[in-house]
Nanobody, 127 residues
């Protein structure tokens, strides 16, 4: 069993930055993919980015490419999401997720592909 706990959310002005953390506990296999999703009010949960736990390869949604950076610290079992140049449309609850059995090719970008989820952290960007 894997537990994920997000932190670091808050209120920030447009153009500002935030750094989210996702602390993992339990058995994390090196084959796992760790992802960040977000869900705004009245909208479906959407993929933000992902990272491989082993090699550190990354993948981003077009909407955040060049502004957000995902990273991980294997020793601390923590995944980070550095968010820069934030926009009001980035406002959402951000969730950390773990994919126990990743695709053989490509990246999982839909929620049902992920097996473990945190409870989320609110990010609000004011204009």
């Amino acid at each position: 069993q894997v537990q994920l706990v997000e932190s670091g959310g808050g209120l920030v002005q447009a153009g500002g930055s935030l750094r989210l953390s996702c602390a993992a506990s339990g058995r994390i296999s090196v084959s796992y993919i760790m992802g960040w999703f977000r869900q705004a009010p009245g909208k479906e949960r959407e993929f933000v980015c992902a990272i491989s736990w082993s090699g550190g390869s990354t993948y981003y949604a077009d909407s955040v490419k060049g502004r957000f950076t995902i990273s991980r610290d294997n020793a601390k079992k923590t995944v980070y999401l550095q968010m820069n140049s934030l926009k009001p449309e980035d406002t959402a609850v951000y969730y950390c997720a773990a994919d126990e059995v990743p695709r053989l090719r490509g990246w999982g970008t839909v929620p049902y592909e992920y097996d473990y989820w945190g409870r989320g952290t609110q990010v609000t960007v004011s204009s």
